[in-house]
């Protein structure tokens, strides 16, 4: 018998860490899967009104939308009167042919002829607003126009 004996250390192994690039990835992949992307900011109120023929536009064209109604709750400092909304910001009649510009500026340019302006107008809007805003596009050039509404009954409205 071996009269010195090796003492054995008591102390706790380290960690593998061969599996954590795997769980991280994994996770990257759930929350890229699941994750949502915002569209815009609403700071009109957008009831829309509804329709019973309405078509499902496909997303393999670009598509710009242009908001129009009252400002919502907390934006009462704009008025109570229609206004227009596009991107993030309040915008006035005028600066629809720089932001549909911009638009196309940002597509590839096989893409430019395809883009749609979709309109979503609160059912309690004006018309003379969308009048003016139609006005616009056509002085864009942007003639592929788009009406967003609801399902339902139109007599609803």
């Known amino acids: 018998m071996s009269k010195f004996k090796k003492q054995k250390d008591s102390s706790v192994p380290a960690v593998n860490t061969a599996s954590l690039p795997d769980i991280v990835f994994m996770l990257l992949f759930f929350f890229m899967v699941v994750t949502v992307m915002r569209e815009d900011n609403l700071l009109i109120e957008n009831r829309l009104p509804v329709a019973d023929q309405i078509e499902k536009l496909d997303k393999k064209n670009p598509i710009s939308y242009v908001y ?15 206004r227009l909304q596009l991107n993030d910001k309040f915008a006035e009649i005028t ?12 597509l590839r340019e096989e893409l430019v002829p395809y883009l749609t302006v979709s309109l979503k107008v609160d059912r309690d809007a004006n018309m003379g607003i969308v009048g003016d805003i139609k006005q616009e596009l056509r002085k864009a050039n942007a003639l592929k126009i788009n009406y967003t509404t609801g399902t339902g009954s139109a007599m609803d409205n």
């Open 95 to 106: 600066e629809i042919q720089a932001f549909i510009n911009a638009e196309r500026a940002a």
């Open 68 to 82: 129009a109604g009252k400002p919502a709750k907390g934006y009462e400092k704009f008025g109570t009167e229609a």
